[in-house]
């Protein structure tokens, strides 16, 4: 597949769900076709070195030879010319891959980001509610403890008066038998 610089300012990747970043597989899937590329214009940039040398070479055997001087004025300059598109296309490819990892990297901060506010507003509702229902169950237990509280006041009240009345019953009770075991009169004879 034939690389272009659109292609690489292009690319976007897949990000992962369990870990901040992009997908390694398919990044390094990626930097695998960029590789190829690399080495498939490496490779036709030599042979066009080459090509160029052998066209030096058969322009000086030419002239040796008595040909025309007038090619050597123009060859020079195709052969800087073509040096000069090829290190200009690897500069552009390395400013596009260098702009394209700093739009990742924006990308990856500005996700990095979102998450993080996300999680502090769902933790935020979290405690919100924590709170509320906190709220809740101590106002109800609240209630209970009042409940509660009004029963035992109740019971010592009741406590306090069946006190109260088993005290005087028993107390008429002894005045009862006090009253009636009073000394009998001697029987008479």
């Known amino acids: 597949m034939a690389l272009t610089p659109e292609d690489i300012v292009n690319k976007r990747f897949q990000s992962t769900k369990f870990r901040e970043g992009y997908d390694q597989d398919e990044v390094d899937d990626f930097l695998d076709e960029v590789v190829?590329?690399?080495r498939r214009l490496t490779s036709e940039n030599e042979e066009l070195a080459k090509k160029i040398a052998?066209?030096?070479a058969r322009i000086a055997e030419l002239q040796r030879s008595g040909g025309s001087t007038g090619s050597v004025g123009i060859t020079a300059p195709v052969a800087a010319a073509?040096?000069?598109i090829d290190?200009?296309?690897a500069n552009?490819?390395?400013q596009l891959a260098r702009r394209l990892h700093e739009e990742h990297v924006r990308e990856g901060i500005q996700k990095r980001d979102e998450?993080?506010?996300e999680g502090h507003?769902?933790?935020a509702r979290i405690v919100a509610e924590a709170e509320a229902e906190h709220r809740a169950h101590v106002a109800q237990l609240e209630t209970q403890r009042s409940a509660i509280q009004a029963s035992v006041d109740q019971l010592r009240n009741f406590e306090r008066e069946y006190r109260q009345s088993l005290t005087s019953f028993i107390n008429d009770q002894l005045r009862s038998l006090e009253s009636n075991s009073a000394p009998a009169e001697p029987p008479q004879a």
Do not use: C, H, K, P
């Open 121 to 123: 507003a769902q933790a």
């Open 36 to 38: 190829v590329e690399m």
């Open 92 to 94: 552009n490819l390395l």
């Open 87 to 89: 290190t200009e296309n």
């Open 115 to 117: 998450l993080i506010a």
């Open 54 to 56: 052998a066209s030096d």
């Open 82 to 84: 073509t040096e000069g």
